[in-house]
Each structure stands twice: as C-alpha cells, then as structure tokens.
Antibody, heavy 119, light 106 residues
Framework: QVQLRESGPGLVKPSQTLSLTCTVS??????????WSWLRQHPVKGLEWIGY???????FNNPSLRSRLTISVDTSKNQFSLKLRSVTAADTAVYYC???????????WGQGTLVTVSA | DIHLTQSPSSLSASVGDTVTITCQAS??????LNWYQQKPGKAPKLLIY???DLQAGVPSRFSGSGSGTSFTLTINTLQPEDIATYYC????????FGGGTKVELK
C-alpha cells in the first residue's frame, strides 16, 4: 500500500529556509486524481494546510503562506518537496506530508517530522 | 477563510457510550466536510469524508451527518481504542480544520 515519509533537518535558524522532502512508496506519484500535500500542526494553533501539488506540477497554496512557499515534485524519484523561506519561531511545528483525494480529504499521511526554528 | 468551531473541546465518556461531536462552519460548505481521529504522537487518520461517507477500513460505529453549516460525528458504543482527539476539516474554500475535540475515558 502507499506510504509517505518526510525527511529533512529538524532544526532551522530564523530567517533561513525550511526544506523537507516526502518520499512516496508503494505507488506512483503520477497516479491521476491525487494531490500531494503538506500540512503542519502547531502545539497551540492546531492543524494548518500548507499547500499541495499535482504530478503535472500544478500547485495550490495557502494564501497565508504563498509568498514564502515553494512546493515542487520530482516524478522520477517519486518525491515532492517543500521550501518555506524566511522562517520564524512561529513556523515551529510538526510537518506532515499527505495524499489528498479528489474529495478533498487526506487519506494517507506520513508519520510527521518536528521542525524547530531556533538560533 | 472559513472558520470551523468544534464542540465540546473535550469530553469524558464511558466504554459503551454514544459520543457526539459537532462542527459548525462560519458559512455554507455544502457537504465538503471530513473527520479525522488523531492519537498522541501519530498522524491524523481519516474517518469520514464528504460529511457522511465512511472511509474504507473504519469501524461502522463511526458515522457522520450534516450539511451546510452544521455537522456531527457520532461514535456508537465507544471503545477504549477510540480515545483520541477528533478534528473536522472543510474543503469548500481554503482548507481549514476545526480546533479539535479530545475524548477521554470517564
């Protein structure tokens, strides 16, 4: 079955760029009808949708993060990635990658990775 | 953005009880509402999509209802493994989540 796994640094300095990669296994990222997504969970603010990408490269991002955000896909590696620029302590969260169905629901999630923004 | 208000924020119930969680949307979201269960240290798990459709593999004691601005998640015959935090999520507009309802054992 399809599985997702996040990877990347767990500590990022303020003003730098947070970079994470999600590796999809057990299925193809090019399967039609699925959108490959990033979400995060703050201890206080709760769950927040960051954005998602289709295998063709079309992206849909949360307007609140759009100016700092790049989501990309590498179909040859079955991976998609997140870059969030100019981070602050407010970006400290558990980051999840997930698969979004056409229904708008996230049916498969990665295990999550804690990213802390601190000097 | 569409705001989702869940109530209660927490509840205590006994094994075998029926538990009801509500999710109120700040505007009409038709049936574009999903429910998740999250246990500590784990990713959310999809339970219900499109307000009332049970995700494959989810026990039938979970059910969802509602449309427009008012939605309900019901757990019939609460089991110990149902102790978790539950979230609603809408996708009618920019995706947003409710604040969560923590279900504990009495």
């Amino acid at each position: 079955q399809v599985q997702l796994r996040e990877s990347g640094p767990g500590l990022v300095k303020p003003s730098q760029t947070l970079s994470l990669t999600c590796t999809v296994s057990g299925g193809s990222i090019s399967t039609t009808g699925y959108y490959w997504s990033w979400l995060r969970q703050h201890p206080v603010k709760g769950l927040e949708w960051i954005g998602y990408i289709y295998y063709t490269g079309s992206t849909f991002n949360n307007p609140s993060l759009r100016s700092r955000l790049t989501i990309s896909v590498d179909t040859s590696k079955n991976q998609f990635s997140l870059k969030l620029r100019s981070v602050t302590a407010a970006d400290t969260a558990v980051y999840y990658c997930a698969r979004r169905m056409t229904t708008g629901a996230f049916d498969i999630w990665g295990q999550g990775t804690l990213v802390t923004v601190s000097a | 953005d569409i705001h989702l208000t869940q109530s209660p924020s927490s509840l205590s119930a006994s094994v075998g009880d029926t538990v009801t969680i509500t999710c109120q949307a700040s505007q009409d979201i038709r049936n574009y509402l999903n429910w998740y269960q999250q246990k500590p240290g784990k990713a959310p798990k999809l339970l219900i999509y499109d307000a009332s459709d049970l995700q494959a593999g989810v026990p039938s004691r979970f059910s969802g209802s509602g449309s427009g601005t008012s939605f309900t998640l019901t757990i019939n015959t609460l089991q110990p493994e149902d102790i978790a935090t539950y979230y609603c999520q809408q996708y009618d507009d920019v995706l947003t989540f409710g604040g969560g309802t923590k279900v504990e054992l009495k």
